[in-house]
């Protein structure tokens, strides 16, 4: 009798696992399907979906890196991903170490002060930054997301880190001390070259917020060349009414499968941010 | 002997409040003035007349707010909003913790199946809505292909998915539900890893059943865990634009129009900054309950 | 008919690797209080936990109440089980926590509070009902556990470590309340732990193990005076049993039984004995060193006496062990043998 629940049981969890992941993991499914059909294939109502029915080809690709402003925009991403991080580092770094550290129960504070920051949503902001950005003549410039991204990233990367800054123990930098360091040198000599895979977390994480952001850039940039990923695709890959649905797809695939694959690498730490010390 | 007690300790103790705010200060500086400085010419905008291409502005009082109460598009959006953020919590809430028991167990693959789930998740939103705009495609429609294949619907007589104002409603919350699945999923897993295996070892020993653990220990128990992962939740989706505008773009009729879409549409579209303005200032009252609360948790989670 | 039985009980975590668990046959007697005893790793929560029901056994069968139960689960099997953490569920009060098997074992509402009220007195636990486990103290963690196990009258109690977690001094205590408690409700009890004085102290019966295998069975006096083989004899007591390999055979003596030579009386076997370290541990003292010569020469020797004070560091002295303390093993299975004549020369 038990044995029989057992068997069940394996059941379910199996049904139960193969359901949600084809739901969840569908779209994406979809993606490479599309990205690899003919058109006649793709807009043949008669044509099974989910199989080929015509020979795979490259020709979504090859439209997408030749015809269109794809590569221009993962270029794009990327130096504003790196200026971003930069940007994050040295603002988040020193804040966190301080906050965690130097300044006793205030710093505490202070550091759920800045973590409900990050709760305030880009879709409040975004009309009256588009007015400072008008404001400081970065229309339609990368520079402009330079500018305001920090302002979401950096709240998270600080509440990231104080958790991180706390791990380390204490008697590290009273001994990094005794032996003749500065309080700031025990910072900069002892707990950042011991705190690399925190600021790996920090770098991955604002990296992947930046491609994933799409009110601002929808609303600061305007021209075709100066798009981000997130914003290029959906937008400028459909011309008129009509929407390249084999370059699309390939396009939404390559630009989410890294970013999908870095965060998934570091998911456990982003989970220790977001549980707000509720998981011990 | 005293002194040098002393000294040790001022060191040791490793406090040092001025280094300390010189370290801080650049960080807050700056999201003062793009987190705050924003927020309060926000509320400034909502009171006056400023408009897109117009340096002039002027008072207006409560002009704005009174025209958008009396705007029948302004009270499908919020009625949209709440409608997409509570629909679609319930959905995740169910759905995650669901998928949370089924991912504890360790079993072969588990690591790629985690990857395939998070994908809604950890993807740019605005791709994975573009794919689902595919999917709910008006002609294209795999769903609409294989309900006709099973002979729910005739050739070309599928419903349009994203074109009446029901569906595209229903549309959207999917898309919000897919979206936000996989990230409650895995605060539960980390709230259920944390829970000591002896404690469900007890009460199988007790006498307890699957439910009876899962609903009476388990689940009570994860209840701070639990309040992260909703509050989250609430806050990403009632905030969010992307889905609506990538799918819908608010549209049939503003039908799935929500408070963010608004804004953008009247504000940044329309050209109307303080109409805009004065959309995006609804979001705020619910923005202060779910902060109070997550200080709540933050607080207890301290206490113990 | 045995309480719990177990028949050549076997758990294998990884195929191909030693069990830990290894062909284990017991038998509890009625309202007995068995000890399982081993050094970490032994296999003795292994064990607790197959008869439990949380742990599958690789092979062999679990009779309670004389009643196969292998496919049982651990809700059917009438057992309470009180684990090393008290595992408490620390959202209920002390009283949810109590009536907890009872909701769940579906006994009817309105027993529950005469129920939990009996656990709870019997325990001493009646004031604190309204409190949740964490505004708790470590024993009254541990009676709250143990009330929530009584609760429901079980066959039987399996207890795993449950003093660990205490401080020395309250380890005490605890232990005599725990004495007394099961001379009160006269359940059988299995009890796991390392610890050979607890062991010692309360069990009717000990179960020695070493890597998953039994290697004795029986009273605290026989497994002390009479143990089966060479672990049993150098597990239990501190300082060890010595032990010589003399030709074909092993011999060995308790540090108590090596005394100086005019505390002895009748047959005993003699050595020259240097002193090397003495301490002192108030109520006794442990003398160690070497015999000057024989077969023994050079390995190290304990002896434990009331006085110390007439030795001297680095002296060298008569002591001797009566004939009738010997115990004998035989040197390749390293079991116990019948008494034989050997040489010390
Ligand atoms: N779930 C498991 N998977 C693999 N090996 C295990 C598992 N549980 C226990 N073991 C192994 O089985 C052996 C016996 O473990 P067990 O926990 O029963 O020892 P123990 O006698 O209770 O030790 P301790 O006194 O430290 O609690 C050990 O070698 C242990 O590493
Ligand atoms: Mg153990």
């Known amino acids: 009798m038990r044995l029989s629940r057992r068997i069940w049981g394996k059941v379910v969890h199996v049904l139960v696992i193969t359901v949600f992941t084809v739901l969840l993991a569908f779209p994406f499914y979809w993606m490479v399907i599309t990205s690899f059909k003919q058109n006649v294939d793709l807009y043949t109502m008669e044509n099974n979906p989910f199989v080929f029915n015509a020979k795979p080809t490259l020709d979504h690709l090859k439209f997408l890196f030749t015809e269109t402003r794809f590569v221009r925009w993962l270029a794009n991403t990327t130096f504003v991903g790196i200026v971003v991080v930069a940007i994050t580092l040295v603002l988040a770094v020193p804040a966190a170490y301080s906050l965690a550290r ?35 003549g970065l229309q339609d410039s990368l520079w402009a997301l330079i500018l305001v991204y920090p302002s979401f990233t950096v709240p998270f990367s600080i509440w990231l880190l104080m958790g991180f800054f706390k791990s380390i123990p204490k008697e590290l930098e009273d001994a990094a001390m005794v032996d003749g360091l500065t309080r700031f040198g025990a910072f900069a000599k002892m707990v950042i070259p011991i705190s690399t895979s925190g600021i790996l977390t920090v770098v991955i994480f604002t990296f992947t917020l930046v491609t994933q952001e799409f009110v601002y850039a929808l609303t600061f940039i305007s021209s075709e060349s100066n798009q981000m990923i997130g914003t290029g695709i959906p937008i400028f890959l459909v011309r008129g009414d009509v929407y390249y649905w084999g370059a699309l797809m390939a396009a939404c695939l390559i630009a989410s499968l890294p970013i999908a694959f870095l965060y998934n690498l570091f998911l456990d730490r982003f989970i220790a941010g977001f549980t707000v010390g509720a998981v011990k | 002997m005293a002194i040098g007690r002393a000294k040790i300790k001022s060191v040791g103790a490793a406090q040092s409040p001025l280094l300390g705010a010189a370290m801080f200060t650049p960080a807050v500086l700056y999201i003062l003035l793009l987190v705050a400085g924003p927020f309060f010419l926000a509320i400034f905008y909502a009171f006056s007349d400023a408009r897109i291409g117009n340096t002039e502005m002027h008072y207006v009082g409560l002009e704005n707010f009174r025209s958008i109460l009396k705007s029948p598009s302004f009270r499908i959006a919020i009625r949209n909003s709440f409608i997409f953020t509570i629909c679609s919590q319930i959905v ?150 992307t889905v609506v505008y990538i799918l819908t773009a608010g549209g049939p009729f503003d039908s799935t129009q929500t408070l963010p879409s608004l804004a953008f549409a009247m504000g940044i579209q329309g050209s109307d900054l303080a109409a805009g303005a004065a959309i995006s200032l609804f979001l705020v009252p619910l923005l202060i309950i779910i902060a109070y609360f997550m200080l709540r948790v933050a607080h207890r989670a301290e206490v113990n | 008919m045995a309480v719990v039985e177990t028949r050549s009980l076997t ?151 449950p003093l660990s977690n205490l401080d020395a001094k309250l380890r005490a205590s605890a232990r005599e309340e725990l004495e007394r408690f099961h001379r009160r409700v006269g359940t059988t009890t299995i009890y796991v732990t390392h610890d050979q004085v607890e062991a010692m102290a309360m069990g009717d019966r000990v179960l020695v193990l070493n890597k998953g295998v039994v290697h004795q069975l029986g009273t605290p006096t026989e497994v002390y005076d009479n143990p089966a083989d060479t672990f049993v004899a150098t597990f239990l007591g501190s300082p060890p049993m010595n032990l010589a390999e003399l030709s074909d055979v092993i011999v060995g003596f308790r540090p108590e039984h090596f005394r100086p030579v005019s505390s002895v009386n009748g047959e005993a076997v003699a050595f020259r004995f240097k002193v090397e370290n003495i301490e002192y541990l108030g109520s006794e003292w442990i003398v160690s060193g070497t015999p000057a010569s024989g077969k023994l020469g050079g390995q190290k020797v304990f002896s434990r006496l009331n006085s110390a004070q007439d030795l001297s560091l680095g002296g060298t002295y008569d002591f001797a062990v009566p004939q009738r303390e010997l115990k004998f093993f035989d040197r390749s299975t390293e079991k116990r043998v019948e008494p034989k004549v050997v040489s010390w020369q």
């Open chain 3, 11 to 161: 758990k294998v975590f990884k195929e191909g690797e030693l069990g830990a668990v290894n062909s284990v046959n017991l038998e509890t007697r009625e309202g007995e209080f068995l000890v399982f005893l081993g050094p970490s790793g032994s296999g003795k929560t292994t064990l607790l936990r197959m008869i439990a029901g949380l742990e599958t056994p690789t092979s062999g069968e679990i009779l309670i109440g004389g009643r196969v139960v292998n496919e049982l689960s651990p809700r059917d099997r009438r057992i309470a089980m009180v684990f090393q953490s008290y595992a408490l569920y620390p959202h209920l009060s002390v009283y949810k926590n109590i009536a907890f098997p009872l909701k769940a074992q579906k006994v009817k509402k309105d027993l529950h509070k005469q129920k939990v009220e009996w656990a709870a007195s019997l325990l001493g636990i009646g004031a604190l009902l309204d409190r949740k486990p964490r505004e708790l103290s470590g024993g009254e963690r541990q009676r709250v556990a143990l009330a929530r196990a009584i609760v429901r009258e079980p066959a039987v109690f399996l207890l795993d470590e």
């Open chain 2, 92 to 241: 995740v809430i169910v759905g995650a913790n669901i998928l949370a028991i089924a991912l504890e167990k360790t079993f072969r693959g588990r690591g790629f199946i985690r990857f395939l789930i998070l994908l809604p998740w950890v993807a740019p939103i605005a791709l994975g809505a573009i794919g689902w705009k595919w999917i709910l495609d008006s002609i294209y429609s795999v769903i609409s292909w294989v309900l006709v294949a099973l002979h729910f619907y005739k050739p070309f007589n599928a419903p349009m998915w994203l074109g009446e104002p029901h569906l595209a409603i229903a549309s959207v919350l999917l898309v919000h539900s897919w979206r936000l699945m996989p990230f409650s999923t895995v605060i539960l897993l980390a709230g259920r890893t944390a829970i000591p295996k002896d404690i469900p070892e007890a009460a199988a020993v007790d006498g307890a059943g699957f439910w009876r653990t899962q609903f009476q220990i388990i689940i009570p128990m994860m209840r701070p865990i639990l309040s992260v992962a909703v509050l989250f939740g609430l806050i990403f989706t009632f905030t969010d634009m």
């Open chain 1, 102 to 136: 130097l300044s006793g129960r205030w710093g505490e504070r202070l550091g759920i002060a800045i973590f409900l920051t990050y709760l305030v949503p880009q879709t409040l902001l975004f009309i009256p930054l588009s007015r400072v950005v008008a404001y400081l």
